[in-house]
């Protein structure tokens, strides 16, 4: 008899059954259609579209020990109003910062309808205790990050402990919840994909994180290689549409880490509409996590408008 759905975590057991009874990933297959969809060509006018359409995805990332108070504050200066010479550019989805910046980012930011995520539990290798990775999501969201971006446990998943990775995500989404505010900050789970070793454990790790109750699912902390690729993004997408299917809930995607071209952007957004289709084509359901993506995007949107680009000293830099 098959477990239902609700009761798939009710031991190691149970969630470990279901999660090798997850159909296995044709790996040819899924690297041959991620390779095939990334070299659809598109229209110009969609073109325009779409990088204003990307840009509204980026979540604009700086997470780096010599990230300063300047630093996070240019950069959401930026993420507000990309290009202040050209108000018709639309904003970023979100900024993403260290939890001690985010005080900052949400003072630096208010009013702008840009939000503000913060990566947690002790981000990127997750390796400390659940109550330091608690305190540490806690912290953040008492200072106003309205997403927060944590990182599983790879070490428990890649040595079969799926309860604890699962019991663990839970934690941390109880820990997003804040007085007043139904949803509390929105959850994304990064799997660090170019850690799990195989296709069929980035299927898994969707599910495990899914079913524990991730808002997004997120494909790397960007400090591991290989990141973003197309075809691990084309298993989490169709890992979200089956999930939908399953239970009637939907859930987000976020591929970060090595996006850096307006082309690997375009790329991203041809697989969600091949893939997944309309619905995920919005911010609310689909960001790109990126450190350095947006100047290109501009660049490549002010050449389609006036057929040249701009001097390299145009943009502030990322
Ligand atoms: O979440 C976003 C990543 O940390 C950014 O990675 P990146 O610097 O390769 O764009």
Sequence with gaps: MTTPLADVAASGATLRAFLHGL???????????????GTRSIKTTAKAEAIDLAIRMVDLTTLEGADTPGKVRAMCAKAAHPDPSDPSVPKVAA????????????????GSGVKVASVATAFPSGRSSLEVKVADTALAVAAGADEIDMVIDRGAFLAGDYLKVYEEIAAIKAACARPGDEHGAHLKVIL?????????????????????GGDFIKTSTGKVQPAATLPVTLIMLEAVRDFLAATGRKVGVKPAGGIRTTKDAIKMLVLVNETVGEGWLDPDWFRLGASTLLNDLLMQRQKLATGRYAGPDYFTLD
Excluded: F, H, I
């Excluded at 993403?96 to 005080?103: A, E, K, Q, R, S």
């Design 23 to 37: 159909p296995g990933v044709d790996r040819v297959g899924a690297d041959q259609r991620a390779k095939m969809l």
């Design 95 to 110: 900024v993403c910062v260290y939890p001690d910046l985010v005080g900052l980012a949400v003072e630096a930011l208010g």
């Design 192 to 212: 660090e994909t170019g850690e799990l070793a195989t296709y069929d454990n980035v299927r898994r790790a969707s599910w495990l994180a899914m079913l524990a």
